[in-house]
């Protein structure tokens, strides 16, 4: 894989990114794009990264809007059943900001206001 400030590339291919390294093109979001973007970061995408991911994509996609992080908390407390879940978890995942990591990996534009 090969990076630059404006660019991924990896497989061959070579995928553009904003300022702010998202998708310049969402349509040119994949899961390996995905992984690309989130080695860029040294981010290794587990399974609970997976969830969030195809969470803020489907919330995206049904709402047009990225979810805000009580939403993100309450539905993985819904999908997991732990009612103990919360921000401490999001944040162990993707430190620098899950959503709009989450948002980055899913191929999303970077979230207007974001914790």
């Known amino acids: ?28 979001w994949s899961p390996a794009v995905a992984v690309a973007l989130a080695e860029r970061d040294g981010v290794g ?37 732990d009612d103990t879940i919360g921000s401490r978890e999001l944040y162990r995942l993707l430190p620098d900001g899950p959503i709009r990591l989450a948002c980055r990996y899913a191929g999303l534009p970077a979230p207007e206001s974001c914790i």
């Open 1 to 28: 894989m090969t990076t630059s400030d404006a660019w991924i590339e990896f497989d061959g291919r070579r995928v553009a990114l904003d300022a702010e390294g998202h998708l310049a093109n969402p349509a040119d």
């Open 45 to 81: 995408l587990g399974d609970d990264h997976w969830w969030l991911i195809e969470f803020v994509r489907d919330h995206y996609h049904r709402y047009g809007t990225v979810p805000l992080m009580r939403q993100a908390i309450m539905a993985w407390r819904r999908a997991s059943g």
